[in-house]
């Protein structure tokens, strides 16, 4: 059962305009007017796809996938070379189906504890702001901890978010051990009853020792105040970035334990293929995604909706 509301479908079509602009208007540029498809007009479309960040091994099997479906055709003007590529996207991201977070394991370990780590911007802040939003809506308790401590102005950011989603917050003053926020969320959201716990973090660079080794000491308080806690560790990243949000994701994963990720900024972007590169290379799923800066801007991530998306399809 899904918690969240169900997804904007036209928001999430908006914020796809450039990536389709980039993706699936110049195939549809590139095959229309053609009575055959040649080896020419293959090669000119795998290179649409390679430069679209939907990476190379998926731009290099949809292409093949196009190939074989053309060979099959007796009449190759008959067949719809928009709808093979369709096609071919979808199932890139139907690989693993992870869904998200649902009421049955929230109560079996209630407080359902989730951590929330990535670099500076990509939007963690206001994506723990989403979450605590959406589930509150879904008639949750959810208590929310301030632990980046690393910035003056983090409480007041996170504090706003916490007003709007309706939720309790527990933060301690800037430069407080931010194992001590994570310790003191806990153990407020066992006193209240609380149904589930969001804990911001700094933003952390992985090439930063001492920040991955902070991140690891949160999670051993976290688990020591809450069995088997944290539940869900989600990785933020900012799919404007592109590839380096994959290579974010790619580097986080040899440090913590990531059970999600989170891709924001999926509106207006023109990077928005970098989720089937992600789909293809991450082990672990994209669990939500951004749409927007306000709060009711995230969505479950529906892999068929996506593509539908993409291609404007109802
Ligand atoms: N357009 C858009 N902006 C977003 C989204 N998520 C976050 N932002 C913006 O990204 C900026 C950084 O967000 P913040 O939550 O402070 O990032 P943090 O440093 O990871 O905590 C802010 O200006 C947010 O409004 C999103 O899904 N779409
Ligand atoms: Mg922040």
């Known amino acids: ?97 992870e869904g998200p977070i649902d009421k049955i394991e929230i109560e079996k370990f209630k407080p359902y504890v989730i951590l929330i780590v990535g670099v500076n911007g990509a939007g963690k802040t206001t994506t723990v702001g989403k979450l605590a939003y959406n589930f509150k809506q879904s008639g949750l308790k959810v208590v929310i901890g301030s632990a980046d401590t690393f910035r003056a102005a983090a409480n007041e950011q996170l504090e706003i978010w916490a007003q709007r989603a309706g939720v309790e917050i527990v933060q301690k003053e800037s430069g407080s051990d931010p194992s001590a926020v994570a310790f003191d969320t806990l153990n407020v959201a066992k006193r209240t009853n609380a149904d589930i716990v969001l804990i911001d973090t700094a933003g952390r660079l992985h090439t930063k020792n001492n920040l991955m080794e902070e991140l690891k000491k949160i999670r051993k ?37 990531l059970t999600g990720l989170i891709v924001t900024k999926l509106d207006g972007t023109a990077k928005g293929g970098v989720i089937f590169q992600i789909c293809a290379e991450q082990k672990v799923p994209v669990r939500y995604i951004g749409v927007g800066e306000k709060i009711d801007d995230l969505q479950d991530f529906d892999s068929k909706k996506y593509v539908k998306a993409l291609f404007e399809l109802q």
């Open 1 to 97: 059962m899904k918690l969240f509301k169900n997804i904007n479908f036209d928001k999430l079509k908006d914020g796809l305009d450039k990536t389709r602009e980039k993706i699936v208007n110049r195939i549809s540029e590139t095959v229309s007017g053609k009575a055959n498809i040649d080896e020419a007009t293959l090669e000119e479309l795998e290179e649409i796809l390679i430069t679209s960040d939907i990476g190379l091994e998926t731009a290099m099997e949809v292409i093949e996938t196009t190939r074989i479906a053309l060979k099959r055709e007796q009449d190759r003007s008959k067949l719809n070379v928009l709808e093979v590529i369709q096609n071919e996207l979808a199932s890139a991201l139907d690989r693993y189906s």
């Open 221 to 257: 308080v976290l688990g020591k105040v809450v069995e088997n806690a944290p539940h869900d560790t989600f990785l933020v990243v900012d799919g404007n970035t592109g590839q380096n949000a994959l290579i974010q994701a790619r580097e986080f994963e040899k440090f913590t334990d």
